[in-house]
Nanobody, 120 residues
Framework: QVQLVESGGGSVQAGGSLRLSCVGSGRISSITDMGWYRQGPGKQRELVATITRGGTTNYADSVKGRFTISRDNNKNTIYLQMNSLKPEDTSVYYC??????????????WGQGTQVTVSK
């Protein structure tokens, strides 16, 4: 089983910055794609950014130029640096990983989420 734990959420004013982290643990043989998603009040969960094991990134148009995703493969960890935050970025942010365990079983795992609140 693969567990993901997010941290780094909080409350900031518009224009501020936050850095989220997500650490994978368990019987992990390898993690391929990882990403950040978010779900605002009354909204569907949406993609924020993804990153492959080789470092190729993809961003939602709404966060391009403001957010940066990165990863440390040795630590099974991804990060999301969020700058120039806007009130519409207020959401619960979830980490997702596509991982294989030592038995070769594939896992699509989600973290429990971390709240980000941006005030005007």
């Amino acid at each position: 089983q693969v567990q993901l734990v997010e941290s780094g959420g909080g409350s900031v004013q518009a224009g501020g910055s936050l850095r989220l982290s997500c650490v994978g643990s368990g019987r992990i043989s390898s993690i391929t794609d990882m990403g950040w998603y978010r779900q605002g009040p009354g909204k569907q969960r949406e993609l924020v950014a993804t990153i492959t094991r080789g470092g190729t990134t993809n961003y939602a148009d709404s966060v391009k130029g403001r957010f940066t995703i990165s990863r440390d493969n040795n630590k099974n960890t991804i990060y999301l640096q969020m700058n120039s935050l806007k009130p519409e970025d207020t959401s619960v942010y979830y980490c997702k990983a596509d991982a294989f365990d030592y038995g070769g079983v594939r896992h699509y795992s989600w973290g429990q989420g971390t709240q980000v609140t941006v005030s005007k």
